[in-house]
Every structure is written in C-alpha cells, then in structure tokens.
C-alpha cells in the first residue's frame, strides 16, 4: 500500500538526504540543467550523481501522485488510470512470454510497483536493479507487506556496470527508466550481457520522435522541461534507440511508438484541460492543493527547506510533458522487443 498522507508526503521529501541539505541538493541538481546554464556533456559525465539527487528529492512527490508505478501508459476509453497502468504491465510480461520459475530482471525498477504486478502476474521471480538507496529501502517495504520479499529482491548498483555474470536472466525489462542512461548503446551492451541466449529484453523508452526539430526554440524549451523535471541528461530520438539495441547485438523483433493508437492521450492525467476524481492529486487543481500544502508544511518545518523548488520543476515537467505529447515531439512508449541471438554468429 502507497504512502497517501500529506504527512507521509513531507516525512519522505529529500530521501537519504539530510533534510538540513535539501535545499543545497536542489540548487546542485538544478544547476545540471538548461535552465540554468548546464550543458548535457555535464550531465552525462555526472550523471550518476544528478539522477541519486533527483529520486532522492522527487520520490515522495511520485508515490504520493502516482502510487507504486512511476510511469504512464496507452488507455482504453472508460479505463482508470490505474487499469491503465497494470495492463501496461501485464501486456509487457506478456511480450517476453514471462512463465513460472522465469528469472527476471527490471532494468531501473524505482520503488517496485511493476516489479510485484509483473512477479504477481507471471508467477516469476524478479530482481529489481536501481541505484538509489532511498527508492530499494522503500522498494523492500512495499514487497514485504505484497508479501513477494521472497520472489522478489533489489539490488543497488549502475545498470551501466551491472554486478551480474553473463547469462544470467531469462528475461529482461525497463520501464521508462534507461532513458537516463548517459549512453543507450553501452546500457544496452550491459543488457544483452546478462541476458540469457534466445531469451528477449522489452522496453518502454522515453523519446523524441522524428517530429521533434531540433531547430525548433519551442522545441527545445518543451525538451529542456522534461530534461529537467525527469533527472534525464539527454533524449534520444526513438531511431537512435534502436540503433544502440542493433550495435549492441540485440535482435529486434518489433518496435513501435505505443502512443500513437492509444485511445486517450497517455499525458491526459497531467493536461490541465482534464478533471478525474480517480486520480485528482495529478490534476491541475490537485496540484495547486499539493503545491499549497507542499508550502505550508515547508513553512511549520515538517517539509525541509527546498521542497517547494522541488514541486517547481516537477510542474515544470508536467507543462513540458504536455506540450510534447500534444505536438508529438515527445513519447514516453516507444516500445521493443528485442532478442539475445543463440550464439554470437547468428
């Protein structure tokens, strides 16, 4: 069960942080950004530090939002987004064929919700990979009272120097989470590494698409505002994703950006336009009420000093995360399924 309270909310802003240092944290992850002046080399050669910062100070924002599974997903017309969001899941487990006994491995699992639907649904075992302290201690938390914390474990570690021997994993997955790799070809490397022969790695990517013009001012300002809302130190066109799987020696099966069919728009719970009482707290009313009460806990001392800067550029992101998926220029499901050949030569 999900962290609902405003005092939960405040009590989990900042993470391994020490709440005295919040807002220090802040003004250092900001200033990674464009925004502020940081350029995306910087990003990528720091990237492991700008990412612990970001799950560090957004976290409780995104559990007290969206619940255990930080991501969005293609939706059915009469479907909450919750039943959205475990069919997004479960059409995910199905791609890679999950069955009983399968080990499996979630690429940038944050907290674990689709990692216990995913275990739940497929009777698998799965590890989940992450490199945030804050997230896996909470991760393990949640997969106690789920009752999975024998199927299920974490691991803390770089999904770019993954601690694992070749082969290891019947299958394996990442949900809108490699998109902070610094380098997709040498995340997907690691992948395919520890990926079983034969067996499949299926993902949902965030990216630009091949409408996104990189001359284009409002362009860029839309994609600086997801760079900067979602801890990410570049976004890659969905082409050069799959270029980086092809280098790697991924085999891809099919690939396709999952957005474009989607009935309601996947940015619909976020569109200021759209009112739901199901998931009012990511509302634009719902988050003028957190933005107000984020203020009042920071001002009585029960949030640390930064959490408003913090709520900032998560709205930030939700303006640009918007006006990307309106214009389609952004998607956050570009989807593959892509398989380790049987041997090097085939």
């Not at 976004?235 to 690939?255: D, M, S």
Request: aromatic share 12%; charged share 25%; glycine share 8%.
């Amino acid at each position: 069960m999900s962290k609902a309270g405003a005092l939960d909310l405040a009590s989990g802003l900042g993470g391994k942080i020490d709440k005295t240092e919040v807002l220090s944290a802040v003004e250092k992850y900001e200033k990674y950004h464009v925004f502020y002046g940081g350029e995306e080399e910087e990003r990528k050669a720091n990237y492991t530090d700008m990412v612990n910062k970001y799950y560090d100070l957004v976290t409780s924002f995104y559990e007290f939002g969206w619940g255990e599974s930080f991501h969005f997903a293609a939706r059915w017309k009469g479907e909450s987004l919750k039943e959205s969001i475990k069919r997004h899941e479960h059409f995910l487990a199905l791609q890679l064929g999950l069955k009983p006994g399968h080990k499996v491995l979630d690429v940038g699992c944050g907290i674990g919700g689709p990692l216990r639907e995913i275990a739940r649904f497929s009777s698998t075992s799965v590890t989940g990979l992450n490199n945030n302290e804050y997230q896996i201690t909470r991760g393990k938390e949640l997969n106690r009272i789920a009752g999975v914390e024998k199927t299920c474990d974490f691991v803390k570690a770089d999904f770019m120097k993954m601690p694992f021997p070749d082969n290891s994993f019947d299958a394996v997955y990442a949900i809108e989470a490699t998109c902070h790799a610094p380098d997709a070809y040498g995340c997907y490397k690691e992948i395919y590494r520890v990926l079983k022969p034969g067996q499949c790695f299926a993902a949902y990517e965030w990216c630009m698409t091949d409408a996104f013009d990189p001359n284009n001012a409002e362009h860029q300002k839309i994609k600086a505002e997801i760079e900067i809302g979602d801890g990410l130190p570049d976004i890659r066109l969905t082409r050069q994703c799959l270029e980086a799987l092809k280098q790697a020696g991924l085999e891809v099966i099919w690939e396709k950006d999952l957005a474009i069919d989607s009935p309601l728009p996947w940015y619909l719970p976020l569109d200021k336009n759209h009112f739901s009482l199901s998931s009012f707290r990511l509302t634009a009313l719902g988050r003028f009420f957190t933005r107000n009460m984020v203020k009042a806990l920071e001002f009585v001392g029960f949030a640390p000093k930064g959490s408003q800067r913090v709520q900032d550029f998560l709205e930030k992101a939700a303006e640009g995360l918007v006006e990307g998926g309106k214009k389609e220029i952004f998607t956050p499901m570009y989807f593959f399924l892509a398989r380790k050949p049987l041997s090097d030569s085939q």
